[in-house]
């Protein structure tokens, strides 16, 4: 069994992997490793199983094939409190059934640092005021959390996650509900975070322009069982995914910058891809 990390092996491993839904294959003996340092967007149309994959990265799904390893363990073979001090999942949605301050919500990510009688500490509650803190919640800490808006919400729990400490962070769907300048400043959060030795993140986006921006690679799934893996830029070109979201995106430059929006065309237009690359 898996006692301790070691940050010397690579932060997670697909083998083979191949989910399905019901009689469609997602992905099909999908096999990539995702190193520390690196920012990941998964990325695809809505059904693609971008949540189901982030689901069986975490261990909380098994795959109908392969398997996935965790710093070249599997996770089978991890013991759970171990497994939660390495990587961190945040859920497309966390519902709220009792009242509680947020700080409390914040401080429940420090479970997996709990000992003895399973009290916090102060080193504790230091951890759950500076995530709160970084991300510009630190007026909110006393709120109660069912008087929260959606998109506060979203806010605290990426707060928590990064309070539990874990140098992998599984994100689904961390921008949604956030308007444009709190969904720049996470992901400016999460690209600091990942500056510190041994950390990565992967995140689940449908913002092809942010993910450009801000990550370092990408995993396009077209939810046919194809995956596309690599640089972002390499991925996220106009031709791929034109063809996996089925409708023409084009490039646009202004100086350094760069944006992929819609292109005009007719309901009959095809469309053709050229610049393909390899399959993760």
Avoid at 159 to 165: F, R
Avoid at 198 to 209: A, E, I, Q
Wanted: aromatic fraction near 6%.
């Amino acid at each position: 069994m898996m006692h301790a990390s070691n940050l010397a092996q690579p932060s997670l491993s697909a083998q083979r992997v191949t989910l399905r839904a019901g009689a469609r294959t997602l992905l099909d003996a999908f096999t990539h490793t995702f190193y520390p340092g690196e920012i990941w967007c998964v990325a695809g149309p809505n059904g693609a199983g971008k949540t189901t994959l982030l689901s069986t990265l975490a261990g909380l799904r098994q795959p109908a094939a392969g398997h996935v390893e965790l710093d070249g363990v599997g996770l089978a073979d991890w013991h759970g409190q171990p497994l939660a001090q390495r990587r961190a999942l945040m859920p497309q949605s966390a519902p709220d059934t009792f009242s509680a301050s947020v700080l409390d919500v914040v401080m429940l990510n420090r479970f997996p640092h709990l000992t003895g009688w399973g009290w916090e500490r102060e080193v504790d509650r230091e951890a759950a005021r500076a995530a709160l803190d970084v991300l510009g919640l630190s007026d909110l800490a006393a709120r109660d959390v069912l008087s929260l808006s959606g998109g506060e919400r979203q806010r605290v729990a990426l707060a928590a996650v990064l309070c539990q400490a874990a140098p992998l962070l599984l994100l689904d769907e961390p921008l949604a509900h956030l308007d444009l300048h709190h969904q720049i400043q996470c992901l400016e959060v999460l690209h600091e975070w990942t500056r510190e030795a041994g950390r990565s993140v992967l995140f689940s986006c449908h913002d092809l322009n942010l993910a450009r921006r801000f990550a370092t690679h990408a995993l396009l799934l077209d939810g046919e069982g194809a995956a596309y893996a690599g640089p972002v830029r390499d991925v996220l070109t106009p031709a791929l995914t034109s063809r996996v979201f089925g409708y023409p995106l084009v490039l646009i430059r202004e100086g350094d910058h760069e944006a992929l929006i819609p292109a005009a065309r007719s309901r009959h237009e095809s469309l053709s891809v050229h610049d393909t690359p390899a399959r993760g």
